[in-house]
């Protein structure tokens, strides 16, 4: 009895077997005349070339930016962008700023404020937990 071969193809399972970068496109814009831009520059000649054959699902392009300090500008796949000034900063630190927006997942920041965000300390109150309930009942409001 002969074998034969089943003929499928495979099927794409959203998440299952494959990973997709959040970030889509990094912009790095520097400026030729500003001395803020002389670390950008830098990172440009030497480190920008490596960097974008380990990330080849990331679109990279570089534009001039005139009279002003230089910007990485991520743009997600959620329609959100995210964009690091990185004015002065040495090659190795552009580099880490780089990785941090490829690695963000275009999520608003959050920060940890009463609004939402339970904060909790490592004591209790000395007052103790504060209720409408513990008023006398002739100082409550009333409806």
Known sequence: MPLTAL??????????SSFILPCKRLDFHYCDWAG???????????????FARANPSIEI??????????IIRGSYVNGREKVVCVRNLSTRQILKKAVLLRDASGKKNRWRTRAGVVLSGGQESVR???SPMHAAPEKRWRI
Do not use: C, D, K, Y
């Not at 392009?61 to 230089?70: C, D, E, F, M």
């Open 36 to 50: 803020s831009s002389r670390g950008m520059n830098a990172f440009l000649r030497t480190q920008l070339a490596s």
């Open 7 to 16: 003929r499928t193809i495979a099927q794409s399972r959203n998440g299952v």
């Open 128 to 130: 103790g937990i504060w």
């Open 61 to 70: 392009t570089v534009s001039p930016r005139p009279s002003a300090h230089p």
